[in-house]
């Protein structure tokens, strides 16, 4: 494929779901096989016929891939794949009973909670990788879980969690925060550290009557200080910020084809919302929400754990089928957006898709709004680093394009940072404002913005390559850095991982006009609005620039008025707008566009534009002979 080939009916889509993914493995298998193979194949096989493929075939689990010595496991549900390894484990442990520990067969398991990529029978991704790392920081017969997973199951579960810090495992860029499942004293299970510690700390005392004594000055003091906490009530956790539960879409009873389609756009909805780095999506196991049905949307979204719930049906149409989607209020039963999606018969997969990210996109809106509504009502004392994340959008979204709007988002993102360095959202929003902060500040030192953005957006896809969002910024620091073809790559890599994205498509555009290619920006900005129609004020403003550089002065205005009454607070849609009116001999018209790009952006001259002009010399040819040349008629100073 050449750079810039438009990628809309080139790429192929990844077939991708969120599961919770479940990795075990022997413990010191070739010792054991060493030792006595036939004993210790002959011991694996009955522990997997008696105790843990009906354990799995229980819980709802499928069996990936097996290794000789290891499980790879896919389940729907964090909790049930929780429940499965923590019955195997104990299972595990009373039939070793009485076993020499140098004949054990003993397991490790690790689970994480994952966007995976389907292969036929097989899985692949970050969150199977993430998970056969954790198998690895599991002690002989234990279980290590991720964060998402504990987060996830903390209030449906039992169990208590062992928090081990974050580790650096390998294959991994970003650390992982890991912790182990405690399993409670049911059979003969490996020591605990904490058990392990005692022990150490008792058996050089000497006297079995001090070790008592201690433990009962130990206990006496505990309960001083503890039993009071016990008698308060204990708040409930708050959900974590922008997460939405996704409850299964209901069919027409008695029709099995609408229900397999209606489990089939679950499932795709579902990783369609998890594209978004800046969304936790907990998916809704069915069992678990008709066995929560009775506590209401309140009782199902206390269970996952989650803000909002996104909810629907499906129901045959004269011509296809019809999906009525709702998001809710989990805490209230409000509804915060609709969005009534409408599948052809004929529609190709690709089509049913892209219409579905379509109305995703649109109840990601109502889901920001919400957002903003609920941290701006709330103390600035009380906001957790994804509500600074979110104050950030408040800004964005009232702010007009000024070098002070910028530097205070990026304020509200340095703060979510200080607070919690692996914060992916606070990352690509940071970058987002380096950007425009690199664009309004007429005085920028643009060699080191350049190098910052550089830094942030290599931080973010380092951190988390999976999301488009990182990638698509990466593009421009990329360009910034002067590194074309890499950009272009850059952004290449987000369009294929999430292809059915218009605003991806439109930023691709942007980078086009930026290298001096604006046919082909075109034709970009033509396939994004035909994925969304009619054209958001993104699309309408990348159509004005590239209509600008090839001189369609009248063209390049229609876009720039439709993209200003959409949003009013892109000064580059001004600037075009001044430019082109200049071109076309309307010069009232130009002189009330510059007067309102220098009331915001005062000083405002010709040379500290090009001062964060792309440097790519088709471009720079380009823009001297058209946008730069109507700006000068437009009387806009030279320096």
């Known amino acids: 494929m050449q750079a810039g080939e438009p990628l809309g009916g080139r790429l192929a889509r990844d077939h991708r779901r969120l599961a919770a993914i479940v990795s075990a493995d022997v413990v010191g298998y070739s010792l054991l096989m060493g030792r006595d193979d036939s004993a210790t194949l002959a011991g694996l096989k009955a522990h997997r016929r008696e ?134 004293s049911v059979g003969p ?101 008709k066995a929560e049905s009775d506590g209401g949307i309140e009782g199902v979204a206390r269970t996952f754990n989650v803000r909002y719930l996104l909810e629907g049906k499906i129901q045959p149409s004269q011509d296809g089928t019809l999906l009525s989607l709702r998001l809710v209020n989990g805490a209230t039963g409000e509804q915060i957006g609709s969005e009534t999606v409408s599948l052809k018969q004929d529609d190709t997969a690709r089509d049913q898709t892209r219409a579905l990210r379509t109305g995703v996109n649109h109840l990601k809106g109502s889901l920001s709004a919400a957002e903003i509504r609920r941290v701006m009502a709330q103390p600035l004392g009380a906001a957790t680093p994804m509500d600074y994340v979110i104050r950030a959008w408040a800004l964005a979204s009232t702010e007009p394009d000024t070098p002070q709007a910028a530097r205070e988002e990026i304020k509200l993102y340095d703060e979510a940072l ?114 969304d129609p009619p054209g958001d004020a993104n699309a309408l403003w990348q159509a004005c ?24 607070q892109y000064v580059f849609v001004d600037l075009n707008l001044a430019a082109a009116y200049a071109h076309r001999g309307d010069t009232e018209r130009a002189a009330i566009k510059k007067a309102e790009v220098l009331r915001l952006q005062p000083g405002r001259t010709i040379a500290n534009l090009k001062n964060t002009d792309s440097l790519q010399p088709d471009y720079v040819r380009l823009s001297d002979d058209t946008f730069y040349a109507g700006l000068r008629k437009a009387g806009f100073p030279e320096k």
């Open 418 to 531: 200080r607070r919690d360095p692996n914060l992916v959202p606070a990352l690509g929003g940071l970058a987002e404002a380096l950007v425009k902060e690199f664009y309004d500040d007429i005085h920028i030192d643009r060699e080191r913005a350049a190098r910052r953005i550089d830094e942030v957006t290599s931080r973010a896809v380092g951190l988390d390559p999976t999301h488009a969002s990182a990638w698509r910024i990466r593009a421009w620091a990329l360009l910034y850095m002067d590194q074309w073809d890499a950009s272009l790559e850059a952004s290449a890599r987000a369009i294929r991982i999430d292809p059915d994205n218009s605003f991806l498509i439109e930023d691709r555009a942007g980078l086009m006009t930026n290298l001096g290619r604006p046919a082909e920006a075109l034709a970009l900005v033509e396939q994004a609005i035909a994925m």
């Open 545 to 568: 620039a590239a209509h600008m550089l090839l001189g369609q002065y009248e063209l390049a205005i229609a876009d720039c008025e439709r993209a200003n009454g959409l949003n009013a």
């Open 189 to 289: 299970q490996a020591q605990s550290r904490g058990r392990r510690r005692w022990q150490r700390v008792t058996r050089g005392l000497g006297r079995w009557w001090i070790a008592a004594g201690v433990l009962a000055v130990s206990i006496a003091a505990i309960a001083v200080w503890t039993l009071p906490e016990l008698w308060k009530p204990k708040p409930a956790p708050s959900p974590p910020a922008a997460s939405v539960g996704v409850i299964p879409l209901v069919a027409p009873p008695g029709d099995a084809a609408m229900a397999q389609k209606a489990e089939a756009w679950t499932r795709d909805l579902t990783a369609i919302l998890a594209l978004s780095s800046s969304i936790r999506v907990v998916p809704a196991n069915v069992v678990q929400t």
């Open 51 to 184: 105790l843990i493929d009906p354990k799995i075939a229980e819980y709802g689990g499928r069996i990936v891939k097996t290794t000789g010595d290891g499980l790879m496991l896919e389940f729907p549900s964090v909790v049930d794949a929780v429940r499965c390894a923590v019955d195997v484990q104990r299972g595990m442990a009373e039939r070793n009973a009485g076993v020499p520990p140098e004949q054990r067969i003993e397991f490790r398991i690790g689970i994480n909670v994952g966007d995976i990529i389907i292969d036929g029978d097989d899985i692949f991704g970050d969150g199977v990788n993430v998970a056969a790392r954790l198998q690895t920081l599991a002690e002989p017969g234990g279980i290590c879980v991720s964060r998402v997973v504990r987060d996830q199951v903390l209030d449906k579960l039992s169990f208590a969690f062992e928090d081990l810090g974050s580790q650096q495992v390998k294959n991994i860029a970003r650390p992982v925060d890991a912790y182990r499942v405690d399993l409670g």
